[in-house]
DNA sequence: TTACTAAATGATAATCATCATCAATTAACA
DNA sequence: TGTTAATTGATGATGATTATCATTTAGTAA
């Protein structure tokens, strides 16, 4: 009945580039992932990396960040929580403050629009940046 | 003693794209900002309307939203505010929920980062994309 | 195991948003 | 009204991302 689903191939390329991301704590952008893939498969292309952040934040394994700054990031953890971007490098990590359940309630109430969900960006300077700045 | 503070001076292009970004509510990408302000000035350059922009924002006049999507946006009202964009059509609206507080306090204790702010954004569907989408 | 086929890759070019450069223009003021 | 530095418009450069396409390969069936 149904139309044949497409098959999606366990390639070598995709499960390194899931293990490289999920090994990092920060959230790097398609071209720093590219950089650490390639220690171990020298000859991916970065149109590989590309495509395939794509598709596995499309089905869900992954999370694309769309926030602050010129690059998108990608994050291994998909449960809901909020981010924190350093405004002089750009970092982007996890912050443990508890997800407002409640925001949504409200801008449901506020606006015509469908509400999907929502996110939470903090803006400030990781301990990095502070230290150089002497 | 002040180094000579450098002269900024008031043109036509700069009055016409602070007016035809205060006509509007929604939240106005360079370009689409470039195409209104074409209707009054033919021969402005593109170029222009981003510089422009940039330097209304660093100087607080204006809001420069960088929200998902791959365009910077653009918010004539500074009050602190938060915003929805529309998964569909990408258009982006100030939403009427009041600012939570708190978060900030939270994401200091909660980490190393040196806390400089916080948004939040919705996503949903626009009235125009939900009517669209039959 | 081998052969088949559609999905995926790597290389490359194309696109899109933004920024930089620079000669010509113009706002502010003496 | 003339001077001068800020600004403009035109154009090219850059950086991130996406599209294209011939070649390779994972998954499956013989």
Redesign the pocket.
């Known amino acids: 009945m149904n139309a044949?689903a497409?098959?999606?191939?366990?390639?070598?390329?995709?499960q390194i580039i899931l293990e490289e991301l999920s090994k990092v704590t920060s959230h790097p952008?398609?071209?720093e992932l590219y950089d650490m893939v390639r220690k171990r498969?020298p000859?991916?292309?970065?149109?590989?990396v590309?495509?395939?952040l794509?598709?596995m934040a499309e089905s869900g394994m992954i999370l694309k960040i769309e926030v602050g700054g010129?690059?998108?990031r990608f994050d291994a953890t998909t449960d809901e929580h909020y981010h924190i971007r350093c405004s002089v490098c750009g970092r982007v990590d996890d912050i443990d403050v508890p997800v407002v359940k409640e925001l949504v309630a409200q801008a449901k109430e506020s606006s015509a629009y469908m509400i999907q969900g929502h996110h939470v960006e903090f803006t400030g300077i990781c301990s990095d940046c502070q230290k150089k700045q002497h």
């Open positions: 044949p497409s098959m999606i191939r366990l390639t070598t390329q995709r952008t398609a071209s498969l000859r991916i292309g970065l149109g590989t590309y495509r395939n794509e598709l010129t690059q998108k």
